[in-house]
Nanobody, 114 residues
């Protein structure tokens, strides 16, 4: 399984970005999908996740500002981010889990700066 994240870039504070993650296999075959991020000098942290049944959960730091979703037609996992803050600057990774096996995308850089 290969995951490829895209959509990152430079955005001003208060701006929006939509990240996408394309998978080589059906995203709907995984038990859990998620987005994580890693800022310079920090450990990778969980941002948002979605179960196979479609239930979603968000980290407190991004709650009410991001939305995780998946598209069966495009076979993509997305993360819509609004009201971005400088502290959201990080490399964002998509993750797909099936049982005890976890797959990671290569990451996409998000920089929030004026």
């Amino acid at each position: 399984v290969q995951l490829q994240a895209s959509g990152g870039g430079l955005v001003q504070p208060g701006g929006s970005l939509k990240l996408s993650c394309a998978a080589s296999g059906s995203l709907f075959s995984f038990t859990r999908l998620g987005w994580y991020r890693q800022a310079p000098g920090s450990e990778r942290e969980w941002v948002a996740s979605m179960t196979a049944g479609g239930s979603t959960d968000y980290a407190d730091s991004v709650k009410d500002r991001v939305t995780i979703s998946r598209s069966r037609a495009k076979n993509t996992l997305s993360l819509q981010m609004e009201m971005l803050r400088p502290e959201d600057t990080a490399v964002y990774y998509c993750n797909a889990r099936r049982g005890d096996v976890s797959y990671w995308g290569q990451g996409t850089q998000v920089t929030v700066s004026s």
